[in-house]
């Protein structure tokens, strides 16, 4: 099992950053792909970008490529989240999941946490 748990969540205004964290633990393997997902209200849910463990590599969607950054600690088990020039439509709660790469789906889900940003 593994256990994500993410942080960081909070108001923000137009324009502005921040940073949210998923503190990973448990059976952890560096075979994983760790993606960070977001839900707005009335919205399905949507792919935000991930990284794999193993060699960093970064995916991003096309609607936030430029202004996210995620990275990660292999050495404490955290991946990131940066966002920058925020906007009201990144609004949403964000979740952070893990799956093994190559494989569709994700198999472990942290609870969320709420990015709210004002105009």
């Known amino acids: 099992q593994v256990q994500l748990v993410e942080s960081g969540g909070g108001l923000v205004q137009a324009g502005g950053s921040l940073r949210l964290s998923c503190a990973a633990s448990g059976r952890i393997s560096r075979s994983y792909f760790m993606g960070w997902f977001r839900q707005a209200p009335g919205k399905e849910r949507e792919f935000v970008g991930g990284i794999a463990w193993s060699d960093g590599s970064t995916y991003y969607t096309n609607s936030v490529r430029g202004r996210v950054t995620i990275s990660r600690d292999n050495a404490k088990n955290m991946v990131y989240l940066q966002m920058n020039s925020l906007k009201s439509e990144d609004t949403a709660v964000y979740y952070c999941?893990?799956?093994?790469?190559?494989?569709?789906?994700?198999?472990?889900w942290g609870r969320g946490t709420q990015v709210t940003v004002s105009s």
């Open positions: 999941a893990a799956k093994t790469i190559g494989r569709a789906t994700y198999d472990y």
